[in-house]
Structure formats: C-alpha cells, structure tokens
C-alpha cells in the first residue's frame, strides 16, 4: 500500500499474502485500522558525514520498536528537521513482525565556519567538545543554513547552564571585513564581560604603553575577540607599518575572566610580532600606458632606502589616482603586491595598474544665477567639450573663478553676496562623457564691499 508525504516520502510496503486478503473492499481497507510494523533493522543510505547511530537518534525510532506508518512519518520529519538533511526518502521491506526500514539521504554541505566570539570561560576545545556532544558530526563548520546553527547555539547554551554561567548565547551570521567570507558567529550576552585590562606581549619598537593607550575602542566595550582583532588590524598595525614594520602581525586575542581589585571584567592578551624594518627599493607598473613609470614614481613620492612608510605609500597612491583622472583616466584602480628581499631589508612594491577607458568633457551645467551672470561664468570655463577631462580642473575652477567671478560684479556696480558652489561630475560610462553641474547657492555672509 504506497503513501506519500509532503517530503516527497515514497513506501513500498510488502506484506503477508494474508494480510492483504483481510481487506475484502476498499471501503473495509479504509476503516481498518492501521498495520503495526515491528522494526528488524533500521538503515540509512547516503551517510557522508553524519554517522548511522546519530542519524538514528535523530530520527528517534529504536530497533525493535513496534511503530505505525504516522510513526515513520514522524520520524522521516524530524530527521529532516534536524537540519542534517536536503532530502530524504524511505522504503519499508520484510514483513510485519520483521520489517526493514530504510532511509535514502541526502546531507547538507557542511562548509561555513563556525566561530565562538567571546566565550572567556572556556578554551575552543571545550567548546568544540561541547557541541560534538550534541552533533557528533561537528567538526568546526556547518551548513549554511538549517537547523544545526540552532543546535549548536542549543548545546552552547547547555554548557553554561552545566557552569552556573549567567548569560545567553547569540547567533549571527558574520562576515570577515578582509576577505570578506561569511562565518557562524557564536557570542554571550551577560554581565561582567567589559574589558578592564589588555596587555600585548613583545612590544618594543612600539612601547606597550602606547598600544595599551590606543586601545580605547576596545576597552568601551564588552569583550569581542572578532571585534578586538579587527580594531588591532586597523588601529594599531599602521604603528608599526608607518615604521617600516611592514610584517608585523598580532596574534590572535585571548581573554579569561578577571576577578581582581584592580580589574573586575575580562583581561585581554595579545602577543606582537614586530619582524623587521624594511626600506624602499623600487616601483614597478604593470598595465601604465596613460602615464609612464616616471610620472608615476614622481605622484607616489618614494625614494630609494627610504623607511617603506605605508602611511606615506598610501597618500602616493592618491596622488596617483589623482594624476589618471587629470588625464581623464576617472576610473583608473592600482593593486599592490609587494616582494621582500630580506638580505637587504628591502621591499619593492610591484603595482598592477587597470586604467579604464579615457573620459572626455560632456555638457557644463550652470544653475542658481540670472542669465547674464551664467554667461560671465561660463565663459570663464576652460575645459570645452569633447576634450580629455581633467578631473583636478573643477575644483580649481571654483577656487579660483568663483571670488574673481563676485570680484568683477562689485567693481561695475552690481555687489553680490557669497557664493556657494557645489559641484557635481557624472559620467556617462557609455560614452565616457564627463557632465558637469555648477549649482551655484547665495552664502549667508555678507556680500563684497565694493573695491576702493
């Protein structure tokens, strides 16, 4: 007697020659009640990862057990549930008092991270262990979606009860600001987690007083090791990079329950590894046609056995890109890969260049003066269409034209108050035309006194 179930559940069912000539008409079969089946054996087919005696557990049945077909359902249902599973399907075989069930799965994809934030209490193989207690198949990941995220949070919140730990356990998903991959974040809502002392082992180009005092982001807030590496990464690598440091690297944080007059909260660990100084050597400019590498060496601004100071590097690099969109090269991006040479202590910065198409002048815009004044000030513009934009000129232009533009107004009579420009440059990515828009707003000071 084949039955279906939302899940797609398929049954074939072989029984007894005399159990089926009980059911004389159709109408006698839907009134009998339904066949008890004593469970023989239990199978799964398609296990990966998840072991059989914890796919059984989860699908709650017994060997031995007598069960009706709601009760397979049942058990089909919360094996879904579980979260371990895309799919499934199942068959029964044997006869009523010896059936074989079979389950036919298909496992989810353990392959997202799972990462416990702040935990203080325990080190990550007690957690680990922990939650292997109730998903023996953990192994620091899980699926990217179901019911195993719920699990875990369910076998963490466990693990405090069993310590008398006041808290309750947060899931969320979180994403790494480098590299931008998605984790299974796992925190603590609870009292007594505000950082109250951080120390940083092997400081010494950089005195740990220092790094102690920069570290205020992290004292305002209870304790995060995915916050606290990120403020390190962001705050207080460039102290060593700025010095030439540029290996430098932090290791990750360690935090343990303080309990001191001094310190009532978290204290925070981190251990430095300064490495070693190294000067500049040389540029190199792949993909640079618009610019050649000299123009390009004289906007970065570095010179040879100079301490490789990234800070310095990183304004360069703005002059750089300054530089392309003076030749219409808008959207030009540099990537840099650097190569150390640690015989010398030297690094050379290798810069992958991709310029982009050339965008030339479009349309000028000029709103917010009479007529006569818009022509005055348009016929100051200089970048005339079809032209290669530079896009350095239109700031210069306000500069300059602008108190030039009020100072020629109050000299024939006609004084104006202050203005107020504000620019706007779109382009068009088709045509790579540059439109410009001059939105010109009276200031609220006073207007120009007439020149003497």
Request: hydrophobic share 40%; net charge neutral; with cysteine.
């Amino acid at each position: 007697m084949p039955l279906s179930s939302p899940h797609r559940v398929k049954l074939a069912l072989a029984l007894l020659a005399a159990c089926l000539l009980c059911a004389a008409t159709a109408r006698a079969q839907q009134q009998q009640p339904q066949q008890s089946l004593k469970l023989e054996r239990v199978e799964f087919k398609g296990l990966e990862r998840v072991k059989e005696d914890e796919a059984l557990g989860k699908s709650g049945l017994t060997v031995g057990q007598t069960v009706s077909i709601d009760d397979v359902e049942a058990a089909a249902n919360r094996l879904l549930e579980s979260g371990l599973f895309n799919n499934l399907s199942y068959k029964i075989k044997g006869t009523t008092d010896k059936a074989v069930l079979t389950f036919e799965v298909i496992e989810r994809k353990w392959t997202m991270p799972v990462a416990f934030d702040n935990f203080v209490w325990f080190t990550d193989d007690e957690l680990n262990a922990a939650v292997r207690r109730k998903l023996p198949a953990f192994d620091g990941t899980a699926p990217e979606a179901g019911g195993v995220t719920e699990q875990i949070r369910q076998a963490l919140a466990d693990l405090l009860k069993e310590r008398n730990i006041e808290g309750t356990v947060q899931y969320d998903l979180s994403e790494n600001p480098a590299d931008k991959k998605i984790s299974h974040l796992y925190s603590v809502k609870g009292p007594g987690l505000r950082v109250c002392k951080i120390a940083y082992a092997g400081a010494r180009a950089v005195p740990e007083e220092q790094l102690v005092t920069k570290s205020g982001g992290i004292f305002d807030n209870d304790y995060s090791r995915a916050y606290t590496s990120g403020f390190v990464e962001s705050n207080l690598l460039p102290l060593y990079q700025e010095r030439g440091y540029l290996r430098a690297a932090f290791s990750p944080p360690k935090a343990v329950p303080e309990a001191s007059p001094e310190c009532k909260g978290v204290a925070v660990s981190l251990t430095v590894d300064e490495g070693s100084i190294y000067v500049w050597d040389k540029a190199t400019w792949d993909g640079a046609e618009g610019l050649t590498a000299q123009e390009l060496d004289a906007a970065l601004g570095m010179k040879q056995r100079e301490i490789a100071n990234t800070v310095k590097i990183a304004k360069g690099l703005g002059n750089v890109r300054k530089a392309y969109g003076r030749k219409g090269y808008i959207a030009a991006s540099v990537k840099p890969e650097t190569e150390f040479d640690d015989g010398t202590r030297s690094v050379t910065f290798h810069f992958h260049v991709t310029e982009g198409p050339q965008y030339r002048m479009g349309e000028l815009v000029i709103t917010g003066l009479g007529e006569a004044e818009t022509n005055n000030l348009r016929g100051r513009w200089r970048l005339l269409s079809k032209e290669v934009y530079d896009e350095g000129y239109v700031d210069e232009f306000v500069k300059k034209n602008v108190v030039e533009f009020q100072k020629d107004a109050a000299r024939a009579g006609n004084p104006m108050p202050a203005l107020k420009v504000v620019f706007q440059a779109k382009p068009d990515r088709e045509k790579h035309l540059v439109d410009v828009t001059l939105n010109v707003k009276q200031d609220t000071a006073p207007p120009m006194a007439k020149p003497q």
